[in-house]
């Protein structure tokens, strides 16, 4: 990757908290931005562990306030309210976004903003030397109810040399 900030939706900011893997982000780069839509979403009470993405906000990420733009105006029905603030913010600030819907990350293609979902962070961080293996994180997400198929792991674990 290299830009040297990025942009973070909900899924990902979650899915690093439940494999404890959230300080990636500040080793691999310079800034993290969350839109304030989106911290709204990861930090309600009911959304697990909210408090610990909360103080990893607080402490290391830029909040975004949030955008009206022509895209979020054209993207309402077809996201919810953080991707499309994330995405705004991606393409105002010229930097990926870390997003893992698969509808966010093909209609963030298509208007031409650079994407990474949290295995290719895990990937990326194993292939930069912040991760010795990433299989023990990708088994967490799965324990955490994401949904990974088989096909997608595998492929990744080939690719980090892992088994």
Do not use: W
């Not at 839109?35 to 975004?64: C, G, M």
């Not at 990926?96 to 990474?116: F, N, S, T, Y």
């Not at 979902?117 to 293996?133: P, Y």
């Not at 492929?155 to 088994?163: D, I, K, S």
């Amino acid at each position: 990757m290299s830009s040297r900030i990025i942009v973070a939706d909900a899924s990902p900011l979650i899915g690093l908290a439940k494999c404890q893997q959230l300080p990636l982000l500040m080793r691999m780069f310079e800034a993290v931005h969350v839109p304030q839509r989106v911290v709204i979403e990861v930090t309600a009470p009911d959304k697990p562990l909210a408090a610990e993405i909360s103080l990893f906000i607080q402490n290391h990420a830029i909040v975004e306030a949030d955008r009206d733009s022509e895209l979020s105006e054209k993207l309402k029905r077809r996201l919810d309210a953080g991707e499309i603030q994330a995405l705004c913010c991606a393409q105002d600030l010229k930097c990926p976004v870390l997003i893992d819907e698969r509808k966010g990350r093909l209609i963030a293609q298509a208007h031409g903003i650079e994407i990474m979902g949290s295995l290719g962070l895990l990937l990326s961080a194993k292939r930069d030397g912040h991760l010795e293996r990433i299989k023990p994180s990708i088994e967490q997400l799965r324990e955490y109810g994401y949904l990974l198929g088989d096909e997608l792991i595998a492929h990744v674990l080939r690719l980090a040399c892992e088994r």
